[in-house]
């Protein structure tokens, strides 16, 4: 009966925590700099506003806003309520505006990321600010005696149409897509109790206008003895296929596009992490593109500050190889960090 009672006390007092009126609020600032052969341009500094809690023992709401310091106004990144037990059939329920699970980096906050920018052909194919749109989605944890789960999404705006490389400087043209679908299938297994691997197929599809089809299979290593010691293994493959209805009926034939990235990252010590990432795109604006760098990173206080350089050679169609050469100041205030380890 003691052991009863105790239990109903911690129960509640773990529910009235939960529920507390007093979200979670942090602040993510960033000052990035990029080197392409003339001086270095201090162009990326932003802010992030980050406000989280939960709004009931079953549910929490995460609002991320974000503003670039350019004159613009600030943007809602995320608005989303996630419904994450109480459903039948152990289905869980995110809605709002959100980024849905489709491949692995789209979820993924950039200041969480080993490394300074996103790949060159991630931006190509899901935008410089990723996939997001008001929508709903839906993840069913699959009984099976592993993790496997099925999330599938519904978004009033695809993805836009991008022809423009991200170190251009320039404002991307990008049309306006309706309502789309995604599918991704996970799964993660325990290699060991310090190893581990996650595998994902995803798939999207354009409900309104050109016939737009995306195809990603994405895989995780990692390896993580302590804390602080970690080393991890990212990769996504990309195939993106699209055909446009003309007016006499026929179909126009888009090119295909083949994409996709590998990184791993050594998390050395408490304050050191360094790696390397290469990517490719079969087509970026009508040639093929590659590149290869080596990033290094420093925290000087743990998760709250990180220093950041990426050293990158890219390769763009016949034009010149170009060096390009990137610097980030990443800082965090409150329990939203700037880094995790």
Known sequence: ???????????LHVLNAQTSVNPDISVVGQLAGNYAGEALDLNGASVELVFQGYVNPFARADVFLHK?????????????????????FGLALRAGKLRPDFGKINRQHLHTFPQIALPIPVVQLLGEEKWGASGLETSWLLPFPWYNNLSIAYLQNGISEHHHRATDGEEPEAESPGAAISARYSTFFDLSSITHLEMGLSSYQLLDGPDVKILILDVKYKWRPDKYRSLFLQTELFHRSANSHLDDGLLEQHPQINAGYMLVNYQLKKVWNAGVIADFSSNLDDAEYQSVGLFLGYSPAEETTILRLLIKQEQHGEED?????????????????AHQF
């Open 1 to 11: 009966r003691i052991r009863y009672m105790l239990a109903l006390f911690i129960s």
């Open 321 to 337: 190889s170009q060096l390009l050469i990137q610097t980030q100041l990443l800082w965090s205030l409150g329990p939203h960090k």
């Open 68 to 88: 670039h310091m350019d004159g613009e106004s600030m943007e809602v990144e995320e608005a989303v309520l996630s419904i994450e037990r109480g459903l039948p």
